[in-house]
């Protein structure tokens, strides 16, 4: 089955970084896009970046210039980069993909940022 498992969270200070993990199983992955995503507390699930199986990258305008989404197809991960976090990057970050008409999702990971 489609296994999602998100690592890399943590606390961190304003204007640092992290990079979150995402490990893939259940699905070929070199053949799906894959998307972050993140949610804070009572607020809705908000899509922060996309990678194309080609490699192509989608941002949202809040993380444009400071997040990067890669693939690392033979370790099935997708990553995201995160730099000069903010207090608004604050959320649980998901990574997620579209697998069989059917949209799967991990378990998240926390990122605090302290100002």
């Known amino acids: 089955q489609v296994q999602l498992v998100e690592s890399g969270g943590g606390l961190v200070r304003a204007g640092g970084s992290l990079t979150l993990s995402c490990a893939a199983s259940g699905f070929i992955f070199g053949i799906r896009a894959m998307a972050w995503y993140r949610q804070l507390t009572g607020n809705q699930r908000e899509w922060v970046a996309t990678i194309t199986t080609g490699g192509d990258t989608n941002y949202a305008d809040s993380v444009k210039g400071r997040f990067t989404i890669s693939r690392d197809n033979a370790k099935n991960t997708v990553y995201l980069q995160m730099n000069s976090l903010k207090p608004e990057d604050i959320a649980v970050y998901y990574c997620?993909?579209?697998?069989?008409?059917?949209?799967?999702w991990g378990q998240g990971t926390r990122v605090t940022v302290s100002s």
């Open positions: 997620s993909t579209n697998h069989m008409g059917r949209e799967y």
